[in-house]
């Protein structure tokens, strides 16, 4: 589990997952609302070099940015719920972008099998806990060197 204490700590998070994550990698984010998945989205997109403002998409579901090598598809599956829409996501996860899902419970018969799961906890109006989940040998890979970092900081 790792600590994150302030918006800096997310930061440095954010930074570090980048440095270990491939093309076609896919992240599902996991909290309550306001537990920071947009937020940590915007800092993922920042370290890629995404130089658009990074929002929500929670109406149009899907947003996809242009980042200094890598595309960043940013999809929130909230109002998904009950829904049995296929939107295209297969054509998401098999681009060469990194593919960020909220709410990914919604979808949970359409997503791959492999991918990383962030689970953010709130504890506090700044403090989280994120903890991590890897389903796949390279997300376990992933997980590893990233919690690897943290131990060491």
């Known amino acids: 589990m790792i600590s994150i204490n302030n918006l800096d700590e997310l930061n440095h998070f954010a930074n570090v997952l980048v440095r270990h994550l491939e093309p076609s990698d896919l992240i599902l984010l996991n909290g309550d609302l306001g537990a920071g998945k947009t937020t940590l989205t915007q800092f993922i997109g920042k370290h890629l070099g995404v130089k658009r403002n990074i929002n929500s998409p929670t109406f149009n579901i899907i ?6 090598n890598l595309k960043l598809h ?8 009950d829904s049995d829409e ?15 899902i909220e709410w990914s419970q919604f979808i949970q018969d359409l997503l791959p099998k492999e991918h990383l799961i962030i689970n953010i ?13 890897a389903q796949g040998t390279h997300y376990l890979k992933v997980k590893e060197e990233v919690e690897s970092e943290f131990i060491n900081d």
């Open 63 to 68: 947003k996809s940015y242009k980042g200094s």
């Open 74 to 81: 940013h999809m929130d599956c909230y109002r998904l719920e």
């Open 86 to 100: 296929d939107l295209g996501f297969d054509e998401y996860f098999q681009d060469e972008g990194i593919t960020i």
């Open 121 to 133: 906890e709130t504890l506090s109006e700044t403090k989280r806990t994120i903890k991590l989940e």
